[in-house]
């Protein structure tokens, strides 16, 4: 066999090799794959794929129309999981992929691959055309707009005037809440043990805000081998008593696994017109 280099890939190059292709093979390393644009063109010629779970084909990939690396690493040492993947691959060329293509009927016809041809062209393509990126954009997003714009100026911006009015109260009032206690069964320690209960408790003085409008939640994180925090879970209190502004939260935190773990218990406002947390800025770190 030969391998050829070819150099300053570009679109006038890219439409020989996405449409003159048995099987399109690429490894790059995790997660460090682009989009794979030329990887999506190609399945519309019905070119196999054969690649990492990375990228656009960790979407794409089907059971019959292609073949995978996993997505996960083995080892975090990069060149032993260089070596692992380079085995994984000549074992999946010499006794899946190879044979597949060699492999004919009595009509000297590869039916194996030709069904991994149909596969590739019915089940993959039509996933990765403007039409599909058309029909998210109007379901996940013009959509739901277009609802929720309506539902705000529907008589007289009724409804934008009541959130504006809102959130001119929250900002008046956010500061003067009160943290009169809490507790935390595991305060000063980050280990944690899989399947336990532990439990939380915080009590506020919300002053002026209706108890209505404020959540407080458990945020965990563990941290990764780079020293960062990661994100674990996150876990809303529950409202167990309220009188004269004076409010109790309680919150059952069951880690899936043990662990050393931190954690941090956040206040932030609430209001059923809010789609998201992150579209009010206000937010108080309790610990």
Not at 197 to 213: G, M, R, S
Request: proline residues 3%; glycine residues 6%; negative net charge.
């Amino acid at each position: 066999g030969k391998v050829i280099f070819l150099e300053n890939y570009d679109i006038e190059l890219a439409k020989y090799l996405v449409r003159g292709v048995d099987i399109w093979l690429n490894t790059p390393t995790r997660p460090l794959e682009a989009s794979g644009t030329s990887g999506e063109k190609a399945v519309m010629n019905g070119t196999i794929h054969f690649s990492v779970l990375d990228g656009w084909w960790v979407e794409g990939y089907r059971a019959f129309a292609g073949w995978a690396l996993p997505r996960k690493r083995t080892f975090e040492n990069q060149g032993i999981q260089d070596d692992v993947d380079a085995e994984t691959i000549y074992n999946m060329l010499e006794y899946e992929i190879v044979p597949a293509y060699y492999s004919f009927n009595e009509q000297n016809v590869p039916v194996e691959w030709i069904s991994h041809i149909k596969n590739t062209m019915v089940k993959i393509a039509p996933e990765f055309t403007m039409k599909r990126m058309i029909d998210d954009y109007f379901e996940k997003y013009y959509t739901k707009l277009a609802v929720r714009n309506k539902y705000l100026i529907d008589n007289n911006f009724e409804k934008a005037k009541t959130l504006a009015a809102w959130k001119q109260t929250m900002r008046d009032e956010w500061d003067n809440i009160e943290v009169i206690n809490y507790s935390f069964e595991r305060a000063g320690s980050n280990v944690y043990r899989s399947g336990h209960d532990y439990v939380a408790e915080i009590a506020l003085n919300v002053k002026k805000i209706p108890k209505e409008n404020v959540g407080v939640e458990f945020i965990v994180t563990h941290m990764s081998k780079k020293g960062e925090h990661e994100f674990v879970a996150s876990e809303e209190f529950k409202l167990i008593s309220c009188k004269s502004g004076k409010c109790l939260y309680r919150a059952s935190l069951v880690p899936e696994k043990a662990g050393s773990f931190f954690y941090g218990i956040r206040i932030y406002p609430k209001h059923n017109d809010l789609p998201h947390k992150q579209d009010f800025y206000l937010l108080r770190w309790i610990d």
